[in-house]
């Protein structure tokens, strides 16, 4: 019995140990989603290089990066992708 219990507790653990790193990108990307709709002030789904200075200060710093297009704006997509490649 003590046996069955030791396994089921290591193939607990090894759950554990393979999730962090698709859990915390998820959550990262959640949380990016949250602090985008709360910097994108008219609700347009595009940062302008104004809106990201103030809601969003790291995106403002490497904006040109990320704006990989030249667009003038970044979307959540295009943060998507330079989270990606961070
Ligand atoms: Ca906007």
């Known amino acids: 019995m003590k046996y069955k219990k030791i396994i089921a507790l290591a193939a607990a653990v090894s759950m554990l140990a393979a999730v962090p790193a698709m859990a915390q990108s998820a959550a990262q990307v959640a949380e990016m989603e949250k602090r985008f709709a709360a ?38 997509d295009d943060i998507k992708a330079a989270m990606a490649k961070m």
């Open 39 to 76: 910097a994108d002030k008219d609700g347009d789904g595009k940062l302008t290089p104004q809106e990201a200075q103030a809601g969003m200060p790291r995106v403002s710093k490497n904006f040109s990066k990320i704006d990989a297009g030249g667009k003038g704006f970044v979307t959540v």
